[in-house]
Structures are given as structure tokens and as C-alpha cells.
């Protein structure tokens, strides 16, 4: 025994240290009472009197009760027997199979030096048009996933880690960091049934949980997506939901550990807490990690602190739009807002580059001639308006796709379209060549110059 309990509360819990005794920040104590283990971690130490944060709910903890050290930090699985397997924050397995551990590896040890980062990644191209040509990833970017519920954003993640990993082999990681237990459930239930959870491992902080718990899911998530890319050498695909929930789980503890906090709320180690993340999130020369954080966006305030902080990060951001899915078009990319560094013609090619500066004008020039054709009909507009009009609209169709993940429910086969089919495709309704084609014969195919026979 190394001390005792002399104040508790939710998430601080300050213990009194018996003389001589050598404790260190993030080290984890340990108290039983009435045959139940509490766990806490070491946040701050002044002297004799030790700051903790429970692991878990302290109702029935007492004062006076005596506490020991463990040997180790937080740590969890690194190895194989990750792969498949859904974990809590604390790196332990909760999907009610038998599990037996190999080897483990503390959450917070790895931190990659400057020799070890590659900033000049590949193009980890994901056969789904509308990301691919719009927003191209390279390999260890970071992304931003905008978009409220019901717009598609489960379908996506989960058609990201079935094209990775039919290109690739590689593995992917999901971190759920303040889901709710039903929606956590469910991503389960629907990765079992698309085959996908043999691919991936699974890490949840859920929502009624404590916002330790909460606060650590990143960093276990983190460290078995480092365990693919440094060991098994796999480009990895690293899903957060939400980032933003992280912060605010940080804000929380911080709250409650009486420390002063800067506007809205946010501590004052917010800069460095986002930091330490998204830093870990790197390619390397054998392999990369490449991440999509979806980010929720409090009031609808862009400018808000922790928001920013967390785009600041970003290397771009993929749009999902509910009045792009209100008209039927899936993948529910708006992209107007959807971004990315890779849109540059030294990185995509000058084609690329081009051609989508093209289609942005065409889909901008529609929107206005929608309004226009509202009001007189499309008989007033000219020629060249007509032509932009109907090729908008094969465009808009061309962009959606048939999901893999998604043919149980459509019946429509999974396409993975390649860049260059994309590009000729493209250029092809841009310059006219399908203008006497139908356009709904553009909903929902793969590409269409090797898809259809030209009438």
C-alpha cells in the first residue's frame, strides 16, 4: 500500500502518500472495496498529495480506504489478436469472446521522430469517384468528416474499409470516442454482417461513460493502429467519431480538476492535448496512417476554439450534405465544401487538376440556372447554357456510386472505379461527347465508357 483516499469526487480523486514513496504521472492506482477494483490515473503530484482521475464510477469508494501501484501503465493488445476484436478504452475486450493476451504496449509510448516521418506519401486512391476525384487522399492525411445523421456517413466508413483492404490487405481501426452504446451496437452488428470485422479492430468510449473513459479511446485506438503500420507494415485507415468529443471529454476533466479555463470552456492545454493526437497519425518510409476524423461542429459554429484547433490539423475535409441526400445522390459528397491538399497540379497532374476546375463551374453555373429555369422555363436559355445545364446533370448523376457494403439493400453491385476511367469519363461529358445519352443512364454505375455501348 502506498497511500490512502482523503477526497473524492466524479473525476478527482486525491490521495494522501505515505512517506517515500515514488509515484509518477499517468501511473495507474488501484483500491478494492466490498470485492470491487477501482482504478485510477495519476494526473498531477504535489508532495505527499496525489490528483487522480477514476477509470470508472466512484459511487461506494470511501475515504480512508488504501491504495497500491500497479506495474504498469494503460496499455492494450499489440499484437494479431487485436485484429477482429472490439475493446474499451482501457484497452480490455468487450465483445463477450474468449480472449487471450500475447503481448501488450503502453498507450502513450509512441512518438515519432523527424528522421522517422514521410511527408510525401502516395496517393491512397479509394475507387470511389466522388473522393477521388474531388478530394484525393495521400497516404497519412488527416480528414475531416463533416455531417450530421442520416446522411450516409456509417456507409461510407464502412465502403472506405472494404476498398482499402480489397486493394491493399490492410486493416483498418474505428475509434468510437463518445458513441452512444445503441449506435456502437449497431456499427457492430452491420461490420459482422459486411464481412468487414475480421478486418478492422474496434475501440469504444462510449457516451455514459465517464469522460476518462471517454478521453483515453483515441489513445488506445492510436496504438493499435501503430501496431499495423510499424509491425505488420500496413497502410492503415483510422476512423475517429468524434474528435470533437475527445476535446471536450479533456475539458471536462479539467473542470473538475479546478484548473482555469480559457474562453467556451476549453482548457488550456487543448492546443497540445489535439496535438499529441493528431501528431501520432503519420506515414512512415514502410507504411503510413491515414485518418478520417468526423468533427462535430458545436452550434453550427465553425469558429469555434476547438473546432479550429482541430482543422488546423486537417489536410482536408469530406462534406456530407443532407439536401445532397434529400435528392437521391449518394455518396452525399457536397462538393463545394469538400477539400484537400492534393488538389494541386504538381500532386494530381495538370488533367486532374484542370478538370475539376471545369466541373465546379459547370455545377456552380447550374445552381444559378436552376433558379433561372424556375421562374421563365429552360426555353429562354441560350445554347451554351443548355449544353452546361445537361452536362451538370450527368455530372451530379456520374458522382454517385453503387456501395459494396450496400448491395444487400440495393441489389446493385459495388463498383471500384479507377482514377483514369474517372478522368476520361469526365472530360467526355464535359466536351459533349454524351450529350445525346439519357442521363439517368449515369445514376448510380462505375464508369460509363466501359459500362455502356455509345448510341
Not at 39 to 49: A, G, K, P
Not at 101 to 117: A, D, F
Not at 389 to 412: C, D, G, H, W
Amino acid at each position: 500500500m502506498i497511500g490512502k483516499i482523503i477526497a473524492i469526487s466524479e473525476l478527482n480523486v486525491k490521495i494522501f502518500l505515505y512517506d517515500n514513496q515514488q509515484v509518477e504521472i499517468k501511473d495507474i492506482l488501484t483500491a478494492t472495496l466490498n470485492n470491487q477494483l477501482y482504478r485510477f490515473e495519476v494526473v498531477s503530484v504535489d508532495d505527499n498529495i496525489i490528483t487522480t482521475i477514476p477509470f470508472d464510477s466512484v459511487i461506494g469508494l470511501k475515504k480512508g480506504i488504501e491504495v497500491s501501484k500497479t506495474s504498469t501503465s494503460l496499455d492494450i493488445e499489440y499484437s494479431d489478436f487485436a485484429v477482429g476484436r472490439v475493446f474499451n478504452s482501457y484497452g480490455e475486450s468487450i465483445d463477450n469472446k474468449p480472449f487471450s493476451s500475447t503481448q501488450k504496449r503502453g498507450v502513450y509510448n509512441r512518438n515519432l521522430s523527424l528522421e522517422e516521418v514521410d511527408v510525401n506519401g502516395e496517393i491512397l486512391w479509394t475507387g470511389i469517384k466522388v473522393i477521388d476525384f474531388f478530394a484525393p487522399i495521400r497516404k497519412g492525411f488527416k480528414m475531416g468528416l463533416l455531417g450530421g445523421a442520416g446522411v450516409g456517413k456509417t456507409v461510407l466508413i464502412k465502403e472506405l474499409i472494404n476498398n482499402v483492404y480489397m486493394t491493399l490487405r490492410s486493416n483498418a481501426v474505428f475509434v468510437g470516442v463518445g458513441e452512444r452504446s445503441r449506435e456502437g451496437k449497431e456499427l457492430y452488428d452491420e461490420m459482422e454482417e459486411s464481412n468487414l470485422l475480421d478486418k478492422m479492430c474496434i475501440v469504444f468510449g462510449q457516451m455514459g461513460e465517464n469522460s476518462t473513459s471517454r478521453s483515453k479511446a483515441v489513445y488506445s485506438g492510436l496504438t493499435l493502429a501503430e501496431y499495423l503500420r510499424d509491425e505488420k507494415k500496413q497502410d492503415v485507415l483510422l476512423f475517429i467519431d468524434n474528435i470533437y468529443r475527445f476535446v471536450q471529454a479533456k475539458s471536462e476533466i479539467s473542470n473538475e480538476l479546478k484548473n482555469v479555463p480559457v474562453e467556451n470552456g476549453y482548457p488550456t492545454t487543448m492546443i497540445s492535448d489535439v496535438s499529441e493526437v493528431e501528431e501520432r497519425i503519420n506515414s512512415t518510409g514502410n507504411a503510413s496512417i491515414t485518418s478520417f476524423q468526423a468533427i462535430y461542429i458545436p452550434a453550427d459554429d465553425m469558429t469555434d476554439e476547438a473546432v479550429q484547433t482541430i482543422l488546423s490539423h486537417m489536410d482536408g475535409q469530406l462534406v456530407l450534405d443532407r439536401k445532397v441526400a434529400e435528392k437521391g445522390i449518394y455518396p452525399a459528397v457536397n462538393v463545394f465544401r469538400t477539400t484537400s491538399k492534393s488538389v494541386d497540379i504538381e500532386v494530381i497532374g495538370e488533367k486532374h487538376f484542370h478538370l475539376i476546375e471545369e466541373v465546379l463551374k459547370y455545377l456552380t453555373r447550374y445552381e444559378e440556372l436552376e433558379e433561372i429555369i424556375a421562374v421563365l422555363g429552360i426555353e429562354e436559355l441560350g445554347e451554351e447554357d443548355k449544353n452546361i445545364f445537361y452536362r451538370s446533370r450527368k455530372l451530379r448523376n456520374y458522382f454517385t456510386q453503387p456501395m459494396f457494403v450496400a448491395e444487400n439493400y440495393t441489389n446493385i453491385p459495388g463498383k471500384f472505379v479507377n482514377i483514369q476511367d474517372v478522368l476520361i469519363d469526365v472530360e467526355n461529358i464535359l466536351t459533349g461527347v454524351y450529350d445525346k445519352e439519357d442521363e439517368s443512364k449515369f445514376l448510380f454505375i462505375g464508369d460509363y465508357h466501359g459500362s455502356f455501348v455509345q448510341s
